[in-house]
T-cell receptor
Framework: SQQGEEDPQALSIQEGENATMNCSYK?????LQWYRQNSGRGLVHLIL?????REKHSGRLRVTLDTSKKSSSLLITASRAADTASYFC???????????FGKGTRLHILP | SAVISQKPSRDICQRGTSLTIQCQVD?????MFWYRQQPGQSLTLIAT?????????ESGFVIDKFPISRPNLTFSTLTVSNMSPEDSSIYLC???????????FGPGTRLTVL
C-alpha cells in the first residue's frame, strides 16, 4: 500500500518563482525522503530528513517535517527550467525497511 | 554513492515473449530492489533480492511472472515473462545504502510490449 501522498499532483510556475510540494503519510516513520525523476529516467535522491529533524536544507531545496501532522514539504527556491520533473516523497528505507513511494508531484517550470 | 547501470535501457517486445533486465552495481551491496513504474504512476516495489536467498515478492507479484536472480553482491537480473501490453513500464533496480539510510536507483529500463 502507498504511504505518501503528494500534493498537488501537478504544479506549473514561472521560472524564478518558488515551488512548494507537500507530502502526507499515514504511519510512524524513521525518515522521509524526497526524490526527483526527470521524464522517463531513473530516480535521483534529493534529501533525507529523519524523524527527529524538523527542517533540512540542501542548496535551493528546503524540506520540513511535521511528525505530529504526518506531513512534509519540499520547497524549491528560485526555480529553473531544469527543475521540471516529477517529485516523489518516500518513507521507510531504514536498513531493511522497504521504501514506499507516493504518487508524485509533476512540476513544470514555465520560461 | 553507488553507481548503478541497467541493460537494456529500453526495448520493444512482442506479446508472449520474455525479457531479462540486468542490474550492475559498482560496489557490493546486501539488498537490491526491483521496482516497476507504469505510465504516469509512482513506483511500485516488485521484489527484494538478497544474495544467496530467494527473492521476496510483494503482493501482486509472483516468481513465475518476474523471476529474479542474485548470483553475487554486485549483480541482479529481473525477467519479465510471457509479456503482455500491460507490462509496458519502466523497470528500475535500486540498492540499499544503509550507511545513509537511502536507496540509489539505476537509470531504468523502458519496456514497451506490443
Amino acid at each position: 500500500s502507498q504511504q505518501g501522498e503528494e500534493d498537488p499532483q501537478a504544479l506549473s510556475i514561472q521560472e524564478g518563482e518558488n515551488a512548494t510540494m507537500n507530502c502526507s503519510y499515514k504511519t510512524s516513520i524513521n525518515n522521509l525522503q524526497w526524490y526527483r525523476q526527470n521524464s522517463g529516467r531513473g530516480l535521483v535522491h534529493l534529501i533525507l530528513i529523519r524523524s527527529n529533524e524538523r527542517e533540512k536544507h540542501s542548496g535551493r531545496l528546503r524540506v520540513t517535517l511535521d511528525t505530529s501532522k504526518k506531513s512534509s514539504s519540499l520547497l524549491i527556491t528560485a526555480s529553473r527550467a531544469a527543475d521540471t520533473a516529477s517529485y516523489f516523497c518516500a518513507t521507510g528505507g531504514n536498513l531493511d525497511d522497504k521504501i514506499i513511494f507516493g504518487k508524485g508531484t509533476r512540476l513544470h517550470i514555465l520560461p | 554513492s553507488a553507481v548503478i547501470s541497467q541493460k537494456p535501457s529500453r526495448d520493444i517486445c512482442q506479446r508472449g515473449t520474455s525479457l531479462t533486465i540486468q542490474c550492475q552495481v559498482d560496489s557490493q551491496v546486501t539488498m537490491m530492489f526491483w521496482y516497476r513504474q507504469q505510465p504516469g504512476q509512482s513506483l511500485t516495489l516488485i521484489a527484494t533480492a538478497n544474495q544467496g536467498s530467494e527473492a521476496t515478492y510483494e503482493s501482486g507479484f509472483v516468481i513465475d511472472k518476474f523471476p529474479i536472480s542474485r548470483p553475487n553482491l554486485t549483480f541482479s537480473t529481473l525477467t519479465v515473462s510471457n509479456m503482455s501490453p500491460e507490462d509496458s513500464s519502466i523497470y528500475l533496480c535500486s540498492v540499499d545504502w544503509s550507511e545513509r539510510d537511502t536507496q540509489y536507483f539505476g537509470p531504468g529500463t523502458r519496456l514497451t510490449v506490443l
